[in-house]
């Protein structure tokens, strides 16, 4: 790295928020999915010359001035929290670290509404919302770790209260975003849906104004075992069909339910375990537990101590289960819940033959969907074997896409997909708004609209 390139960043942001020490280096090359050497080299990942922490949409401003300039490719990231590779810094050069600007700007309880900076963590900002007893519509169970920023640029289709709230597109009422020129704008909904799932390639979201609801009346966590996955998803179709939206609910099957006991928490033994949380007027509430009693008949009623249990560690469950990889490798796609049952059948046929031991695990989301996701433990240590996983879950991801899912998060592992989901035609506009926005090509580069290994389709089939 040139010695200009790390002083103008130093003149921008101040010496304590720069930094290109080798230990920092590594720790910005990986998300909560560490990749061997093996990949990283095959990949072609190259680690960033430098991390950089801005304050403000000014510095950030400056920054991509300055990375247009010299050519130095600007990888956004907050959290890290998913496991895509969508915050690797492919082409080296800058990092861009957004969770310093962490300030709650304003809560408005008139107009129920809240400023944030895009890298305050949900947990963070819903602890503030509740002292005002005002909540969220949506946010995602990664929440101690997931931003705002991260979370809306992912999509954020899925979690506590997408089914009830919707997307967190729809929570939405105003971005200000810096664009790859450097140019800082605010733009309001629903022009700021372009953004959304655009993963950081589009520009570098720095505040967010969300909507703000009551906290309601009632709230009851419910669970529900299942011996038989035919009744388990027959029970989802009615819940649908019944016009009745949880909160939340969760599923984890019994592979997942076995591991995590085996680590240590508490589970019933059924094939399949719904979690699910209601809210809202009292009466109401109540009204709808009785109705999916009736719904969910199929199944046994678990007891409330442990709903409520399950649903205070809403948290942690779902990543608990990496003690005992140490390695995971996620699959996330969103998959019509009409079609879940096809979808989980066709996965475990697959890992059967591959020989693979995947726990499942879901997220309903909005619009009659479920965020899928096969979890499988490996050890990025055994380097052979790590690829030859990672090339399985590959195939997992294509089987999800055959029977109707959508991929939840593209990042780098993705790529090779986008033909699948997306048309030539579709493509091609992505490709285009890509290039007016980012017409040097340095943000985020590698990720979406471009896929660096397309050879790796071959080795999937």
């Not at 089987?399 to 579709?426: D, P, Q």
Request: hydrophobic share 40%; aromatic share 6%.
């Amino acid at each position: 790295m040139s010695t200009t390139l790390f002083d103008s960043l130093v003149g921008i942001v101040g010496e304590k928020n720069v930094s290109n020490r080798e230990m920092d280096l590594i720790c910005y090359s990986s998300d909560i999915a560490p990749l061997p050497e093996t990949i990283i080299s095959t990949y072609g990942i190259k680690m960033p010359s430098v991390v950089v922490r801005p304050q403000n949409p000014d510095q950030i401003s400056a920054i991509l001035k300055l990375a247009n300039e010299k050519g130095v490719p600007v990888t956004p990231r907050a959290g890290a929290s998913s496991a895509m590779g969508g915050c690797l810094p492919i082409d080296g050069g800058i990092v861009l670290d957004m969770t310093s600007m962490d300030s709650i700007i304003s809560i408005d309880e008139e107009g129920m509404k809240v400023t944030a900076q895009a890298g305050v963590t949900f947990q963070k900002l819903l602890r503030e919302l509740e002292k005002r007893n005002v909540k969220l519509g949506t946010y995602p169970t990664s929440s101690p770790s997931a931003t705002i920023g991260g979370y809306i640029s992912n999509g954020g289709c899925a979690g506590i209260g997408a089914p009830k709230y919707g997307p967190i597109s729809s929570q939405i009422l105003q971005l200000e975003v810096v664009l790859p020129d450097g140019e800082i704008l605010s733009v309001d909904s629903p022009r700021s849906s372009l953004l959304v799932g655009a993963e950081g390639t589009l520009g570098v979201i720095t505040q967010v104004v969300l909507r703000i609801y009551p906290i309601p009346e009632s709230f009851v966590a419910l669970a529900y075992g299942f011996d038989n996955l035919t009744l388990a998803c027959e029970g989802l179709i009615k819940l649908l069909e019944s016009g009745i939206m949880p909160n939340s609910l969760t599923f984890m099957d019994k592979c997942f339910l076995e591991t995590i006991c085996e680590l240590g928490l508490e589970f019933p033994k059924h094939e399949i375990v719904f979690c699910l949380t209601l809210e809202g007027r009292k009466q109401l509430v109540a009204a709808q537990e009785k109705a999916i009693d009736k719904i969910f008949s199929g199944g046994k009623k678990l007891d409330l101590a442990f709903a409520m249990e399950e649903w205070e560690r809403k948290y942690k469950t779902e990543l608990f289960i990496k003690r005992a990889g140490p390695t995971i490798i996620l699959v996330e796609a969103n998959v019509p819940i009409i079609k879940l049952k096809e979808a989980v059948n066709s996965l475990r046929e697959v890992n059967e033959k591959l020989g693979l031991k995947a726990s499942f695990y879901g997220i309903m989301g909005h619009g009659g969907s479920m965020l899928t996701m096969p979890i499988v433990l490996t050890d990025e240590r055994m380097e052979e074997d790590y690829f030859n996983t990672l090339l399985s879950t590959l195939k997992m991801m294509s089987i999800i896409i055959s029977a109707g899912g959508v991929i939840y998060t593209v990042g780098l592992h993705n790529c090779i997909f986008m033909g699948l989901i997306h048309n030539e035609k579709k493509i091609e506009i992505m490709k285009s708004l890509k290039k007016k926005f980012d017409s040097y090509g340095i943000l985020n580069p590698g990720k979406l609209t471009e896929c660096r290994m397309a050879w790796l389709k071959s080795l999937i089939k």
